[in-house]
């Protein structure tokens, strides 16, 4: 089967919360758009997910808050973090005048 598609368009107007939507997955991988503008995780909520993930900005900018490491990860278009699986992370901050566009795999 081939799907084609794009990370860019069929952006809601209204982002209430971030968007998220898997593009394909299979048994151990799976392939996420997630679309942000402004948001944040909540006040002392971190990620600990059972699978590695790998992330890209593919447009707009975050920065994201790895437990126990002193400084924000602030990445912009272009920008990948791969972060393992159990290691505790937070989305500090999205561009709030943009759409943020992440594509995340997990692994």
């Known amino acids: 089967m081939t799907v084609k598609g794009t990370l860019l368009e069929g952006i809601p107007v209204q982002l209430p919360e971030e968007l998220l939507e ?8 799976k392939i996420e758009r997630i679309v942000s ?17 790998f992330v890209l900005v593919v447009r707009g900018s975050a920065g994201l808050k790895i437990e126990n490491e002193e400084d924000i990860a602030v990445l912009k278009a272009g920008d990948y973090l791969n972060i393992g699986a159990h290691v505790k992370h937070r989305v500090e901050w999205t ?7 992440w594509l995340a795999v997990y692994y």
Request: glycine share 10%; proline share 6%; with cysteine.
């Open 37 to 53: 503008r402004g948001h944040a995780s909540p006040e002392g909520f971190w990620y600990d997910q059972e699978r590695s993930e």
């Open 95 to 101: 561009d709030p005048a943009c759409e943020t566009i």
């Open 22 to 29: 898997t593009i394909c997955s299979s048994g151990s991988v």
